[in-house]
């Protein structure tokens, strides 16, 4: 079955070659490694301890934004949710690159911390300034400047709706999301329900948010985005959902009941969520470097333990079996990180590219290889691998859930062979 060819949407608008733009030179420039390593001592220093607390307690009744907060202010006094905005609005005009180097550092601390508060918030920042008009610009964007960061989320799946419906070919009006804005004067109304898997849902200074501005056409067609702040009467949330892993994220549900938004929050016109989605490769290629952080992570971890378990009179590492595992994580991890560079370098120089293709592999693949390399490192660590006082079980928990957010393996390698 064909699936649905969201490029045809974006084509009319922004032509492209066939060709693609190789980066070569993958040297990092003094600026860079400034950044990767102002990232990295963040994470070391700011993350971990915060995240171990949070690991140990295992207890649900936690709430994991209560220590995560200060993580996020100060990330973001560090410039990494505004690294991608242009400087006019307070950002500091990175490269989509840039914040991949940041986010594999986040990520090897903690790969919820990065998508969820980092990445999310970055990209969505990013989305506005391509998708909002200057006046939608100024407004939604201007806690950057003022120094006071908001946290976003971005909401479109929903409880009994496969969210793969996305990708449905069918132009079945009957197919997909239910939430719906009806247009009222200079006003929508929301009314509808999200999933649980909402990421930051009732913890975030802001929405963006799905719903259908006409019920009797497919989809594609008729998604249409929302900007909905915190405050607007009508915007409820349910409880935190419990997670195999990601444990200092949150995640919940939310009630849309009679929120009544201006009209002015609409972005882009009604019917084009799709299209304008397509705009932003940097979700995935965002997520895929958080992954490759934690498939590296994994890796050094087993690499450390493999120095010092001694079996058979030496240290595991000199068995060829385990020395192997580890050549093929080191190998793995190198794969993944290149697919990623590759395809950021691809999201600055063809846009078109990297959300059709590029993005979608790149996530596929990191996600894939934090999973072998966490499932390995399990297995190097033996029995210690699968008690709760090694990290090996939290590296693959954490990794699977890769498999799922942002769009499931299957759905996104089905979209990148329809552009293939
Ligand atoms: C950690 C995390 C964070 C998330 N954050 C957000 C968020 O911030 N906002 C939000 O809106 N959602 C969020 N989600 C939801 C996420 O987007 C969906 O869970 C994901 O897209 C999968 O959709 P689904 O769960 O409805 O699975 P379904 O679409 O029901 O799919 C179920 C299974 O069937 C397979 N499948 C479905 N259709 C096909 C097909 N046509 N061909 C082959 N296989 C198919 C899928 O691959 C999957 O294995 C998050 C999910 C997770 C895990």
Not at 187 to 216: C, E, M, P
Not at 230 to 239: D, I, M, Q, R
Request: hydrophobic share 45%; glycine share 6%.
């Amino acid at each position: 079955m064909q699936i649905p060819n969201y490029s045809k949407l974006w084509r009319s608008e922004h032509p492209t070659t066939k060709e693609e733009q190789i980066m070569i030179d993958f040297s990092l420039t003094l600026e860079q490694r400034m950044l990767q390593s102002k990232a990295r001592n963040f994470a070391l220093r700011d993350i971990k301890p915060i995240v171990q607390i949070i690991e140990e307690s295992d207890n649900p009744e936690i709430e994991p934004w209560d220590f995560c907060q200060s993580i996020f202010r100060k990330g973001a006094e560090l410039g990494f949710t505004s690294l991608l905005l242009p400087t006019k609005y307070g950002g500091l005009g990175g490269k989509c690159i840039d914040i991949v180097l940041v986010l594999e550092e986040l990520g090897a601390a903690d790969v919820s911390i990065a998508c969820s508060y980092f990445n999310l918030t970055a990209a969505m920042s990013l989305f506005v300034t391509r998708a909002g008009t200057s006046e939608q610009q100024e407004r939604i964007l201007s806690h950057v400047r003022s120094g006071e960061p908001h946290l976003f989320s971005a909401a479109e799946s929903e409880p009994n709706v496969a969210t793969s419906d996305l990708f449905c070919p069918i132009p079945d009006a009957n197919i997909g999301i239910k939430t719906f804005a009806q247009r009222d004067g200079d006003a929508y109304v929301l009314n509808g329900k999200k999933s649980s898997l909402v990421t930051n849902a009732g913890i975030a200074d802001a929405y963006f948010i799905i719903a259908r501005t006409a019920l009797d056409k497919p989809l594609g067609e008729s998604m249409s985005i929302f900007y909905v702040p915190a405050n607007t009467p009508g915007l409820k949330f349910g409880e935190r959902t419990q997670m195999i892993g990601w444990k200092p994220s949150h995640h919940a549900p939310i009630h849309l009941d009679n929120v009544r938004i201006p009209a002015k929050n609409l972005l882009g016109q009604e019917g084009e969520a799709a299209k304008l989605l397509m705009l932003l490769p940097e979700v995935a290629i965002g997520l895929a470097a958080s992954y490759v952080g934690l498939a590296r992570a994994a890796y050094e971890y087993a690499l450390d333990y493999a120095k010092k378990r001694v079996s058979w009179g030496r240290p595991i590492i000199e068995h060829q079996a385990v020395a192997l595992k580890l050549a093929d994580m080191m190998i793995n991890t190198q794969a993944a990180r290149l697919t990623v560079w590759e395809a950021a370098n691809t999201a600055d120089t063809n846009p078109q590219l990297a959300a059709m293709v590029k993005a979608p592999a790149a996530k596929t693949f990191a996600v894939d290889v934090a999973i072998k390399n966490a499932q390995t490192a399990v297995e190097i660590l033996g029995g210690y691998g699968v008690t709760k006082e090694s990290q090996a079980g939290k590296f693959l928990n954490d990794a699977f859930i890769g498999y799922s957010c942002d769009f499931t393996r299957e759905v996104l390698r089905l979209g990148l062979v329809n552009c293939l």
